[in-house]
């Protein structure tokens, strides 16, 4: 039941937009990928995508962005689908409490990494796919082709050039998991896939849409099965549990709903056999989750009532 009688998509979206609208500008642009350094974080978009794929938007929500750490839904997803649970044998599904990019934790705890949201997570993650499939970023642009109906999706060469450039951090992380035996393929073709999925470039809307399966317990756009109802729940879980960085409880607290950001400062956030949302404004907290966004999601659930509380 929303607190909103007759809810109208639009008209949340607008008066949010309103209400936030002193935020976008907040913050700090991501400085550690020079490709992303230079993007105005004053730049604002919003989307709700409903179950049958109708598109609500505010700002600049057609406008593509760098996804980034957003994407790391979507790999997990692929991973799940193909490889069901054996994926939980080589990555956790605990918050961390650690930066998104922290060596220390990885050596106590046997080169596993905590979750699949941070970035030793994830690349094992890319990993996995990567052994399934013979290409993940192909793999992750076709089904967000499909999701989203949108061909244009797709890598950014500039930023995966820019993070393989500066990517000395990830390039420890893989080697440090190959060293307990923990990746299977070639660290430097796993970088390779691993920058080109953090450099996709998509708009509000098209995150909103991509983000479906996850509302719908698991079927995708045409109504194919991806996941088990069961395996879409667990996404979810994992995202209210550590898809907000270091900050993944005071995003429960404010937001109430499962959710992943990225340092382009992009957030997707989803109700359950509901719709999902997107948002984007650059500007990030010292936790690296967009000011704006973070704020943009917190008044659409007070002012609908839609969280999983
Ligand atoms: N490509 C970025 C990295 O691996 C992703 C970071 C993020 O969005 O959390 O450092």
Redesign the pocket.
Known sequence: MSLVPDLNYQDVLDQIAEEIAALPGRGRS?D??PALAGIDPHRFGMAIADLDGKVYGVGEWQTPFSA???TKVFTLALVLARDGAALWEHVGREPSGNP??SLVQLEYENGIPRNPFI?AG?LAVTDRLQALTGDAAGTLLEFLRAETGNCEVGFDEEVARS?TAN?D??AALAHFMASYGRIRGPVPRLLDH??RQ??TVLSCADLALATGFLARHGLLADGSRLLTRSEAKQINAVMMTCGT?DAAGDFAYRVGLPGK????GGIIAVVPGRCTLAVWSPGLDER?NSVAGVAALDRFTTLTGLSVF
């Not at 950001?261 to 382009?264: A, E, K």
């Open positions: 991501a550690y990928i980034q750490s957003v998104f990019n970035n994830a993070e990517g951090r990830n691993y920058f953090c450099s960085y950001s990225g340092v382009g690296g």
